[in-house]
């Protein structure tokens, strides 16, 4: 499971403590599991190493907007820098749009998840399983979470 750190991100002054560490921060901020948006993200970039309709460059870690058949969704990168910042704002949206699935709490800090406003009702998969359904089709798409959540703890 997993594979090597992309450099990639390296290059823009994120080392791996340092991206686990913002998903924690924002996590935190927001009061969402850490340990499922982190899940989410390695589920959905293939362990950050992309290969689909979203780009590494892109810094869109849960695939935000895109579709399939080369739709390629947000680009936080465009929005807010190919820098920290940009990776940040990636990982913030992710967790802002996972704490509208789980929650009709409002966000704690500016909304920068620009499809925030599509999830509705606010707050209609307060568990991971039901993420599944809602999230993603994919009737097994808790169950990977879950087994990416065990392995990494």
Known sequence: ?????PSYYETRGVDLNKFAQMY???????GVRADVAFAQAMH???WLAFGGDVQI???????LGATGGGVTGE??????????NGIRMGIRAQIQHLKAY???EPLNQECVDNRYKYVSPKGKAPTIGSLTGTWAMD???AAKLVKIINAIE
């Open 102 to 104: 789980a929650s009709a």
């Open 24 to 30: 924690v921060e924002e996590a935190v901020a927001e």
């Open 1 to 5: 499971m997993g594979g090597a750190y």
């Open 57 to 63: 460059s892109q810094f869109n870690f849960a695939g």
């Open 75 to 84: 680009n936080f990168a465009e929005q807010y820098g190919d820098n920290e």
């Open 44 to 46: 959905e970039t293939g």
């Open 139 to 141: 009737s097994s798409y």
